[in-house]
């Protein structure tokens, strides 16, 4: 890992100006990508700014209409509050699925969206809730957060301080994970919202998206069947040594299939 | 270049001038010569690194030691009582022979004892699943499994 100067935040405020001043710096969240990037010089920050210091950017508050949750807030925390659980417990159930106990004990949630690792699993409760990413600076829906290959509407230096998800109707996540990583090869995120049913594909592409032919067969009739009958296009799909673009695409309607048969 | 870190590690307060770059398990290692802690992978993977945050096992390889500033760190070696009597988790690791070469066992036992408080009465498939991020390349795990079952029951029954 090459050298750095370290600098603890005590506002996000302060943390958002230290990076601001300086062009190489990088927030640390709960560092579960970032740090493992740096040892491989895969990034280079001149600065880093640890927000792990800054009480207000951590917790989980629930309402009848949505759950906000703090971009500092541990995967562990909001896979085991009982406040996620009740309100949107496809939520919670993603939490624990991310890496294994010790990863899901340091990493935050606006770390995760913020990387927006292609095969994450965060990406996809977002953009398939449909939630509202809040910064430092403003607001922004997940429609317009996620725009490519580790690639998000992020300014420069600007800060994910919460995330509000609203309760669907119902939701589920089923991911194929790679056996080792526990990373999502495809995960599919299925939302019976009041806005309509959202499904958010995430490993599968070189970002998460959201697949128009699987809501569109799921708006019409929210079964299984409905699900199982949609070809998914494998175009611009991942290819990699654990799964071929049309094997992807393959796996996205049966992850879809498997997540309405759990809810429906 | 450099910062101070402070910590407590295993009952004893402490502070160390750190480079800003050192990984937690390197202060562990190599300046506190704890060694009982591994490296393994040292990408996250293997779990030999693990130790307790503030009661939360985390691998510490995985983050600076000044992420761990003003935190409360557990290694093996502060695992059994002062006396040299072992903690049920690692009574049972003997007790089952969850171990062959020994190199995973110091992280299987840290994530085990973490493990255990959140999960009484786990399971074999619970376990399995606890251990996700721990990986041993001698047992095929069935012994360490069977250790984590009994170690679970054995903390249980002693509170």
Known sequence: MHAFKYHRASSANEAASIVARNGEARFLAGGQSLVQMMKLRFVSPSDLVDLGSIKDLAGIKADGSGVTIGAMTRHAEVAGSAEVRKAIPALAALAGTIGDRQVRNMG????????????ADYPAAVLGLGATIHTNKRKIAADDFFKGMMETALQPGELITSVSFPVPKRAAYMKFKNQASRFAIVGVFVADTAGGVRVAVTGAGPCVFRSKELEAALSKSFTAQAAAGVKVSDKGLNKDLHASPEYRAHLITVMAKRAVQSIA | MGVKVSMTVNGKKLSSDVEERTLLVTLIREHLRLTGTHVGCDTAQC??????????AVKSCSMLAMQAEGADILTIEGVAAPDGTLHPMQAAFKENHGLQCGFCTPGMVMNAIDFAKRHPVAGEQEVREGLEGNLCRCTGYHNIVKSIVAGSKAMAAGK
């Open chain 1, 108 to 119: 935050t949630l606006g770390g995760a969206i913020a990387h927006a690792d292609p095969a």
């Open chain 2, 47 to 56: 779990g030999a690194c693990t130790v307790h945050m503030n009661g939360n």
